[in-house]
Structures are given as C-alpha cells and as structure tokens.
C-alpha cells in the first residue's frame, strides 16, 4: 500500500505499511476522510514483526517514530491507530465548539444531530445520504464561527447496515475486541465518494434526537434553556468559556428535539429542515 495521506479537521496524516491484511484494514477505515498533499503533522507505521521461536507474532504501531502499542490482534491494532487519530484531531482543533454529533448537507447546508449513543445518529446520517444529502460525519462535528459546520468524515458505524443499501455504498468489517475479550465487529459503510461533503457547510439546525419504539416520528422547536440542558451532554470538552461560545452559538442556530421509532420517518421530517 503506498503510504495514505488524509486530513482530520486541522491535522494531516501519514499512515504506511507493507503488510496487505494491516494495509486492508486502514484503507478501510480512512478512505473516507479527504486525501492531502500537504506534510503530515504526524506519521503512523504499522507492522508485523515475527513469530519468533515459540511466540505469537506481534503486531507494532509506530507514531512520529516512537513505538505506541503493541499486540498479537489487528483489530486492537487498528483501534489504537483510531484512538491515536482523534486524540491529535481534536486537542488539535483550534476553533469553535466539537461536538459528539453526526452532520449531514445539502447545497452548502448543514443538519447536526446530537444525541446520546444508541440515538440512531449514524443509523439517520445514512439514511439521509443514502437519500442524496452529503456525508460529513457520524461521530464529531466542528461549529465555528459564522455557523460553519466541518465533521471528521470517519466511515459510517453499524453493527448491522440496513438490507436494501443501495450498491454504491461499500461495507468493510471492521473486527475488534470488547473489553472481556471477546471477538466483535462493525459495519464500516463508505457512501460514494460524490456524497463525501469534506468541506465546510452553513449550519440550518441543530436537532437533538431520541429513539422511542413505537413513537410517531415528531420534531418539535426547543427552547434555549432546554436546549443548554441537551447540549451540555454533546459538548466534546468543557469549561466556562466553551459554554459561554456554546450558549452565542444556540443563540444564532434553530434547535429542534426529534422522538421517532421510525428511521425512514424521522429521515422525512428532518428534510424538511432544508
């Protein structure tokens, strides 16, 4: 694999290996991020060293030289090449408001939705890109000055994508372990590289979403205080500053709170936020 080059918010980065398993695995889980020719701020070598007489192989991540993790299984691998990724990403974000929230535009125009794990964030950015909007991000949202929308285009996460994807979309496994050990995977879906939205957009709404089973998919108008509450849950690092930025950015952003147990209705009542 010739070494990739890919820019996360304000940082650029290298990753290489010689290994086609470990090269599958990145090209998996960063062909979605936007491609850059400038320096990298930071370079990642993975690689497979051994077995060595009655020792499983290892498995090594370097980072600006320096050996950072190792391990016998790709999958942790891989998610300590990630961890180490967004760790610089954000403490090297220099502007506005990072949010854990999912993002999706149309014409320059930016829906964010914010909401705890297991809200549906990822489930809906797919449906609406699935749908013709652009893909900006499922995981972290950058709100800058001006309402200026930019996200960490990571691939789509679901553990399962739904049937009757359409075939443009690519879905990868991403293998991984949970914290007992035991052997998981994800569903890395890649939209088509035309509804990649790298760019920034003009943020329309900020919606704060809630999955109910069984509930009439209803969007309804929040108030600022009750918006401050949603938001205070969503905000990627604190402080008093960063609430006072917070509170001037609801200020200027329409917010909205979105109940549905339905996907493809939830998806129609935020198109007509656009």
């Given at each position: 694999?010739?070494?990739?080059?890919?820019?996360?918010?304000?940082?650029?980065?290298?990753?290489?290996?010689?290994?086609?398993?470990?090269?599958?695995?990145?090209?998996?889980?960063?062909?979605?991020?936007?491609?850059?020719?400038?320096?990298?701020?930071?370079?990642?070598?993975?690689?497979?060293?051994?077995?060595?007489?009655?020792?499983?192989?290892?498995?090594?991540?370097?980072?600006?030289?320096?050996?950072?993790?190792?391990?016998?299984?790709?999958?942790?691998?891989?998610?300590?090449?990630?961890?180490?990724?967004?760790?610089?990403a954000l403490t090297e974000s220099r502007d506005g408001v990072?949010?854990?929230?999912?993002?999706?535009?149309?014409?320059?125009?930016?829906?964010?939705?914010?909401?705890?794990?297991?809200?549906?964030?990822?489930?809906?950015?797919?449906?609406?890109?699935?749908?013709?909007?652009?893909?900006?991000?499922?995981?972290?949202?950058?709100?800058?000055?001006?309402?200026?929308?930019?996200?960490?285009?990571?691939?789509?996460?679901?553990?399962?994508?739904?049937?009757?994807?359409?075939?443009?979309?690519?879905?990868?496994?991403?293998?991984?372990?949970?914290?007992?050990?035991?052997?998981?995977?994800?569903?890395?879906?890649?939209?088509?590289?035309?509804?990649?939205?790298?760019?920034?957009?003009?943020?329309?709404?900020?919606?704060?979403?809630?999955?109910?089973?069984?509930?009439?998919?209803?969007?309804?108008?929040?108030?600022?205080?009750?918006?401050?509450?949603?938001?205070?849950?969503?905000?990627?690092?604190?402080?008093?500053?960063?609430?006072?930025?917070?509170?001037?950015?609801?200020?200027?952003?329409?917010?909205?709170?979105?109940?549905?147990?339905?996907?493809?209705?939830?998806?129609?009542?935020?198109?007509?936020?656009?």
């Amino acid at each position: 694999m010739a070494p990739q080059r890919f820019s996360i918010l304000n940082s650029d980065f290298e990753i290489a290996t010689v290994d086609p398993s470990l090269a599958a695995g990145v090209l998996a889980m960063t062909a979605t991020y936007p491609r850059t020719a400038q320096t990298p701020s930071h370079r990642f070598v993975l690689n497979r060293v051994g077995p060595l007489p009655g020792q499983e192989e290892t498995l090594v991540l370097r980072g600006d030289g320096e050996v950072r993790y190792t391990t016998e299984h790709e999958g942790d691998l891989l998610a300590a090449l990630e961890l180490d990724l967004y760790n610089y990403a954000l403490t090297e974000s220099r502007d506005g408001v990072l949010l854990h929230a999912a993002a999706v535009a149309r014409g320059g125009r930016a829906l964010v939705l914010a909401g705890p794990s297991g809200a549906g964030k990822s489930t809906l950015a797919l449906a609406l890109t699935a749908s013709g909007a652009g893909y900006v991000t499922d995981e972290w949202v950058q709100v800058a000055a001006g309402l200026r929308v930019r996200g960490v285009a990571r691939p789509i996460g679901l553990e399962a994508p739904p049937a009757e994807l359409d075939s443009r979309f690519e879905v990868f496994e991403h293998g991984a372990r949970t914290a007992t050990g035991a052997t998981t995977s994800l569903r890395l879906v890649h939209p088509p590289r035309e509804r990649l939205h790298h760019g920034a957009a003009s943020l329309v709404a900020l919606v704060f979403i809630e999955v109910q089973p069984g509930a009439i998919a209803e969007l309804r108008p929040l108030p600022i205080a009750e918006s401050l509450i949603h938001l205070g849950g969503c905000l990627v690092t604190g402080g008093a500053a960063l609430l006072d930025t917070a509170t001037a950015l609801l200020g200027d952003c329409p917010t909205y709170r979105l109940v549905s147990g339905d996907i493809a209705a939830a998806a129609a009542k935020l198109e007509s936020l656009w």
